[in-house]
RNA sequence: GCCGGAGUGGCGGAAUUGGCAUACGCGAUCGACUCAAAAUCGAUUGCCCUGACGGGCUUGUGGGUUCGAGUCCCACCUCCGGCACCA
């Protein structure tokens, strides 16, 4: 019979549908495994639009693989999966064609999970979870009230970046190149009332903590630590007499303080207007911050820009020489970071230094050295290097290092600055004036407030969830459409009783997907969270594996959370995900698949057509499955074919062999053996060294190769036959993490053994060394001959066979050997001159 | 500009501690089976010279260390990813 994977699988997915087989029970529960230590082994959870792509076939099978490995390799795993359910694309698809939310969502969620099933993953669905459902979301708002009382939720008025087309503000990590992540829109600036997680509070913690890690990608974490974008310096204060003001400015280069020849305040600075009313700059400036105002953040980030600016017809005082400076305003000066304010030191950076030549403002040099990579100006500036002082007072001479650590306690002493520091991290922007997520769970109450202000009330637990109201009209029209529900907006204060009415922001979808693993731990409590001894026992995820699309958002924000869970005592661990794994991307023709290139992969087809063996070992056989691969029909093909050949080989052995002792064989039947359980042995290195599947698989294919060549001389006798159904066996058992349903089968027909059962295979270390070795022949380095040594032969015994070989003595005729390297059991080389 | 990663046959890739470069798969060529094709099974397949035996060359480039380098060191080139007027 040929190999009929819809068939096989069919059978086997009934079997584990049935009896349940991959569900795990907590502790306390029956069927509690407390004996087996535990392995949480996690993909990142699905956004359920559409159909699943190829990119969730790869992280899906990769994970099942490692989870299965882990299972026979004697851990209890814990291997759930749900679906992050809420967001914008399934209400863009609303706003369309008109169909809630809710259903295209729940049928799409139908489709993964028949899909997730066809594909025959180890999931325990008794603890799937969609991030949608008022069950799970109530927690979320749960987790809401306890960060906004500890004050790492606020609620303030801040220039956000807005999306115009999707009308909603969206978080710094959302944007992209200046534009919106989702749509591509060029983002705006606004100034909004929203809310705010206090993420930067653990800017320090989240970069100690990498040190906590088992084993994430250098890259992921390098990529969060530049997010986070953490720099030591100084805050230094410098005064504007004429107005009374005083202007901090937050600097890297204390040790340049001397040759700030000029200041700059970004145009959105709050005190701008004030500085220059009613003085002759105040038109110009105002002109100038419009035309800013207008211009995106690409436009106004563009590389080659010039550097434009107005004076401001105004001076600060710079606090180490007194001397007086002018201001400008100029926007290459950012709000977001810092104070919103520089000192300006043309000499010694190449922005200062553009601003400069460009106004014709002076330069002066305080630090002495070359440079002379760069390209620079005749006296060798700007120059970011290091050297001594000069016209810095009494610092001259001193090493700028030097001088730079005695400036800043100089300053502290006066009281004019102090050692600061500061971080690109931004606050993470929660609020979404969105209809499909999470209602924010507050209450404005005008009479608890003071002062015209209403009160920010929170919602108490127990009245939780403030569910989702339905709505006609999903179109944003720059507040949040639940605002349109009036009898839902409209409520009771929970601390007054009088009237108020529900805040209409949802939450970022990254909320929800912050604590779900937590969640799928004890996903049926009703009165709590979690159980803090259930999260406890499963807590670190010891294996987390998904895209690195995620690298900074999604687990950033996870880290986060499971900080402030953990200071708020509802949580034992610091960080959530011990070991991560982040799978490369599948392109198509060297290009990301995309709908509109149509060079989509859609996994379903390639199921149905081969079956899901071969698109699971497909995808875990392309490379090394941390990198990217090209998806090529002819290598789907040439997988199937090497199942096939597993599959056909399989019905030969179990029809001309019978089980029996394989221990004594000889000859070819002990080369097919020995073959075996190097295949077990390679298998097992290469999967605890990194994720090495494709060479996990070549391994097994070598061994299914050797059975075709070896096999028709082994079927004669007891000995040889027993040979070829263990090699058979072992085939199906080392597949079995990536071809489970194939696996299982062939397993089960030649052991009468359930593959799942059954612990992984050990290689027999005797079985492994050989008599003989190859020993290499090498005459100056190069090969010159190949000879067949006894593995335990001595250095003399070596030498001589290498020295007889007619080969070899060809090329030392007429030479002196001047040294002789000897490798025991591998190689031989005879250096001659 | 800064940070990270990678360059190996026609293609995807392998090479674990410095010791047989190119495992495994794809593609290609040839053969067996077949009326024929497909499927399957088997053989060959890095490049160059040679009728053959055999020889030379080869892991982005150039140097170095070593008996021996894809692997270590120095310099450079190219590609991919991230960050970027971040003071």
């Known amino acids: 019979m040929a190999y009929d994977p819809k068939q096989i699988e069919r059978k086997w997915q009934a079997v584990w549908a049935e009896e349940r087989t991959w569900e795990v029970a907590n502790p306390g529960q029956p069927g509690y ?38 299972r026979r390799r004697g851990f209890e795993v814990i291997h759930p999966m749900g679906f992050d359910s809420f967001g914008l694309p399934a209400e863009n698809n609303a706003i369309k064609t008109g169909e809630p939310p809710r259903e295209a969502t729940e049928r799409s969620i139908a ?54 087309k999707d009308a909603t503000v969206l978080a710094n990590e959302q944007v992209v190149d200046g534009r919106c992540e989702r749509c591509g829109t060029e983002v705006v600036q606004r100034n909004l009332e929203q809310w705010f997680f206090r993420i930067t509070e653990y800017a320090d913690r989240l970069l100690a903590d990498f040190d906590r890690l088992e084993s994430w990608p250098e890259h992921v974490i390098t990529m969060q630590r530049n997010w986070i974008g953490r720099s030591e310096g100084a805050e230094v204060v ?84 007194g001397e007086e400076i002018p201001m400008y305003v100029a926007d290459y000066v950012l709000m977001e970071y810092g104070t919103g304010a520089i000192m300006a030191v043309p000499a010694h950076d190449s922005r200062d230094y553009e601003f400069a030549q460009r106004f014709e403002l002076p330069v002066r040099r305080v630090i002495e050295g070359t440079d002379p990579d760069v390209a620079r100006d005749a006296a060798g500036l700007p120059y970011a290097g290091d050297g001594p002082m000069t016209g810095s ?23 004019r600055g102090r050692p600061a520091v500061n971080f690109r991290l931004r606050d993470w922007l929660v609020s979404r004036q969105r209809y499909w997520g999470a209602p ?39 507040k949040s459409p639940l605002a349109a529900a009036a009898d839902w907006v409209a409520t009771e204060c929970p601390r007054c009783g009088g009237p108020a009415r529900r805040e209409t922001d949802t939450m970022d979808t990254f909320v929800d997907s912050s604590w779900y693993f937590v969640r799928y731990l004890d996903p049926g409590n009703g009165e709590a969270a979690w159980d803090r001894a259930v999260a406890d026992h499963w807590l670190p995820v010891d294996q987390y594996i998904g895209g690195v699309e995620h690298a900074i958002l999604h687990l950033m924000y996870a880290r986060f959370f499971t900080k402030a869970l953990a200071d708020l005592g509802v949580l034992d661990v610091q960080e959530p995900f011990a070991n991560l794994f982040a799978q490369g991307m599948i392109t198509r023709d060297g290009a990301k698949m995309s709908k509109s290139k149509g060079n989509t992969v859609s996994p379903g087809e390639y199921v149905e057509r081969y079956g899901a063996d071969t698109a699971r070992t497909y995808v875990c056989f392309m490379g090394p499955p941390e990198r990217g691969g090209d998806w090529t029909d002819e290598g789907v093909e040439g997988v199937n074919r090497f199942l096939s050949r597993l599959w056909r080989l399989c019905e030969e052995v179990e029809e001309r062999t019978e089980p029996g002792d394989a221990g004594g064989a000889e000859g070819e039947a002990r080369e097919l053996l020995a073959k075996a359980h190097w295949a077990v042995d390679k298998a097992t290195r290469d999967f605890q060294r990194g994720f090495q599947f494709n060479t996990v698989i070549a391994a097994v294919m070598e061994l299914v190769n050797d059975s075709y060549r070896l096999k028709d001389g082994l079927f004669g006798d007891p000995a040889g036959g027993a040979v070829l159904r263990f090699a058979t066996a072992t085939a199906a058992s080392l597949i079995f993490p990536f071809a489970p349903h194939l696996g299982a089968e062939v397993h089960q027909r030649l052991t009468g053994e359930r593959v799942w059962e059954q612990p992984w295979p050990v290689a027999d270390p005797a079985l492994l060394a050989s008599d003989t070795v190859t020993l290499v022949v090498q005459v100056n380095g190069k090969l010159r001959d190949r000879i067949e040594a006894p593995a335990e032969a001595g250095k003399e015994e070596l030498l001589g066979l290498a020295r007889g070989s007619e080969k070899v003595a060809r090329h030392l005729d007429g030479k002196d050997v001047v040294k002789e390297i000897v490798v025991p059991g591998k190689l031989v080389n005879l250096v001659v001159r």
């Open 33 to 70: 495994e407390g004996s087996k230590p535990k392995s949480y082994v996690l993909e990142m959870l699905p956004y359920p639009s559409g159909e699943p792509h190829v990119g969730h076939l790869k992280c899906y099978a990769v994970g099942d693989a490692i989870a299965h490995f882990r």
């Open 111 to 164: 489709s993964f999970r028949r899909q997730f099933g066809e594909w025959g993953i180890s999931i325990d669905w008794s603890r799937q979870l969609a991030t949608h459902t008022p069950e799970y979301y109530r927690w979320t708002q749960w987790i809401f009230l306890q960060l906004f009382e500890k004050g790492l939720a606020y609620r303030t008025e801040a220039p956000v970046q807005w999306c115009p």
């Open 238 to 321: 410098f005064r504007c007499e004429e107005a009374g003001l005083d202007f901090p400015v937050f600097t890297t280069r204390p040790d340049t303080l001397f040759g700030a020849t000029f200041f700059v305040l970004a145009p959105e600075h709050p005190e701008l207007e004030r500085l220059v009313a009613g003085t002759e700059a105040e038109e110009a400036v105002r002109e100038y911050v419009n035309r800013v105002g207008r211009e995106s953040a690409e436009e106004r980030g563009a590389e080659d820009r010039e550097k434009t600016g107005v004076p401001l017809g105004r001076t600060v005082v710079n606090p180490v020489n």
């Open 393 to 415: 007072g009494r610092f001259d001479g001193k090493g700028n290092r030097d001088a730079y650590a005695a400036i800043v306690a100089w300053l502290e002493e006066e009281g």
């Open 440 to 478: 924010i769970p507050v209450v404005y109450c005008e009479g608890c407030g003071e002062a015209g202000t209403p009160a920010i009330v929170p919602v108490p637990a127990e009245q939780l969830p403030v569910e989702l109201p339905e709505v006609e009209d999903y179109a944003p029209q720059g």
